[in-house]
């Protein structure tokens, strides 16, 4: 007997393959390039094989709209995008003939449920397998998950993760056809218009925090500061009304307290309260303090969680759990750290405590507890993002262990004349686990001077200051993932890929979220005339039956019939309003696009400049809208209206050989641009060359802003094979 162990990727198969094999670990590839291992253990055969996640996924099963009929194809033959899973499907299927017995060891949700289940029904044939449990890649957790396997699969995380896929099929297709094709109607240029189960009330959210932004009408308000010296230091004491929203008031304080020469001391409350260190991560909490932190963005934070995972370095990082228990072993895990060097001091202290008591926070999960370092950190130093991410996740995994921080508060009561100031200060008194936690824990640390009740404090200035009330601010992408997570809008393992895909289609832009004019139409339109795609209350509804299906409290087939019926009837209000809908998606799609290739004026005659396409050397360029224009009549050049002197014909049905006869643009002023990048015009223009100054975003790499001009004197110390690299 042979035994299979599917893995959902290939890191995670190597590090399941030498966890497990006793002796000698045989690695080989498949006729296809993919790399496996074979080995031995307790006398048994084993072969170790990877996927590379959805080696499946779901298509149309015929072309009846709207689409019901679903089946599961190969991911390769139905997305271009998953061509590379090809090798892997077929070295798959070449390594299960040689197998008759079967373990699933992926990801224990789920999306690694389905993996599993699709490989085993599909290519090895079988209905049932073993299933290993694990939430870290390092050995003694792999070895321990195999030695307690389950005998079945966990047929709740499949029933439950087959569902999703199939709801979220059924929005996807039929909602995303039903938009095109209004749009394709309307007779406006073809572009794809999606929405999706979530996608729609997360843009509707977003749109509406739009919308009071563009609405909002400043109104003007007072405040009043003193601006006082004490021994030496000069502080600004602010007047106990943070703002006075009438003028009149405002000036009546400020004529009675201006000519003041001190302030008297009424009232000093010192206050020392314990700050508890922070709970263990979650996926949710890590996308939001790596973009406090370091600004990156929650699918980012995902990203590179997810390749330290996969080395073996942290936990399961898709988990919703802030719970740390005894289980992970928290002394090994300790001691593993104290051979990096600046862990080890901490380390040491914490191995010396009598007990190791964690906090922990409420949130929990099924399956995973929260996110931590495991027992085989990196054998080299990391660099870059991943040893920003797994230092933040190292210490936060420290500091739970530690004891609180103690701080204390200073207010202090200022009289001016029978009108009250206040001055704040916050200090750090015992460290506690801030000093574990580095640079990470940013505390204001305002130390006040030191006054008694009475004193008398010189007032050097006091002013009236008039400000204007703030527009609500735009979400932060961490910001909105905590907002998904609180309405209960997508899972943690879908909700940066969701936002990302608002991003993709155009509807939002930059990092503290703008939503385009496109996002707005499209939601103003799906509000206007399909509410129920965007309610948020129904988009709940689903995700709490998900859970229900996985609970064992509802049946699959019973959810994704509910499902059917709330689709068909979007779909009816959509083909219903195709025409409005088109129309206006339509002028929002064209608008769009005028605005996104418009990069600014041009500096040689006035006109245009635009990314255009040479469909000779495919690729894109900017070029000047007056390069189509005739230097003489200022019509196109199909259309030029100048004559021949000799024929009086145009110039375009003119056969005389008069040496005028060559069609003059107004305008050649046209820039190359760089391959594979989004170009994203900026307000500001280069005060050398004075073209617009853009945006390059390249993925996978850090985006810069550049000049237009190649030849521009900004770029005189950039190296020639590679400019783009080097602009400021």
Partial sequence: MTTLIIAEKPDACMHIAKALAERELKKKTTSYGVEYYEFLRDGKKFIAAPAVGHLFNLAADGKQFPVFDVKWEPSYAIRKASKFTEKYFKSMEEVAKKCNDFIIACDFDNEGSVIGYNILRFICGAKDAKRMQFSTLAKPDLIKSYENILPHLDWQNIESGLARHELDFYYGINVSKGLTNAVKKAGARFSLVTAGRVQGP?????AERELEIKKFKPTPYWIIQAIVNVNGKKIEAEFEKEKI??????????????????????????????????????????????????????????????????????????????????????????????????????????????????????????????????????????????????????RRFFVAFWKPAKREGIHVKLDINGYIFKLSGRRTIEKGW??????????????????????????????????????????????????MEKRNLGTRATRAAILQTL????????????????????????????????????????????????????????????????VKKIVEELQKNQEKIGKELGKAIISTIEEKINMGKCPKCGGTLKVLFNPLTKKKFIGCTNYNKCIKCGYSRSACKCKCPICGEQKGKCKCSWKDKKWTPICTLGFPLPNNAEIRKTENVCEKCKTSIVYIIRQGKRPFKMCLDPSCITKKDWEAKQPIEKAK
Avoid at 202 to 206: F, G, K, N, S, Y
Avoid at 363 to 373: R, S
């Fill in 202 to 206: 997360l843009l509707c959210l977003l």
């Fill in 245 to 394: 929203t009438n003028e009149k008031e405002a000036e009546e304080i400020n004529k009675k307290i201006k000519n003041a020469k001190f302030a008297i001391v009424k009232e000093i409350t010192k206050k020392e309260y314990e700050q508890s260190p922070p709970v263990p991560f979650n996926i949710t909490s890590l996308q939001t303090e790596a973009y406090r932190l370091f600004g990156y963005t929650p699918q980012q934070t995902m990203q590179i969680a997810q390749k330290l995972y996969t080395s073996a370095y942290i936990s399961y990082p898709r988990t919703s759990s802030e719970k740390l228990p005894a289980s992970v072993g928290y002394k090994e895990i300790l001691t593993a750290l104290s051979n990096i060097k600046k862990y080890a001091p901490i380390c040491k202290k914490l191995l010396e405590l009598e007990k190791l008591v964690p906090v922990e926070g409420k949130k929990t999960d099924p399956a995973h507890e929260c996110i931590h370092p495991t027992v085989e950190p990196p054998s080299k130093e990391l660099t870059g993002p991943a040893a920003k991410i797994y230092d933040l996740i190292c």
């Fill in 434 to 483: 801030i000093e574990f936690y580095g640079p990470y824990a940013k505390f204001d640390e305002i130390i006040l001077p030191d006054m008694k009740k009475d004193d008398k404090i010189k007032i050097e200035k006091i002013l009236k200051i008039e400000k204007e009330t703030s527009p609500p601010p735009r979400y932060s992408q961490a910001a909105i993932i905590k907002e």
């Fill in 503 to 566: 991003y993709d289609r155009g509807y939002l832009i930059d990092k503290t979220i703008r939503v385009t004019d496109l996002g707005l139409s499209v939601a103003e339109t799906l509000k206007k005339y399909v509410p129920d795609l965007v309610d948020e209350k129904l988009t709940r509804k689903f995700e709490k039956e998900l859970e229900d299906i996985f609970n064992k409290r509802k049946e699959r087939k019973d959810v994704l019939n509910s499902a059917r019926k709330v």
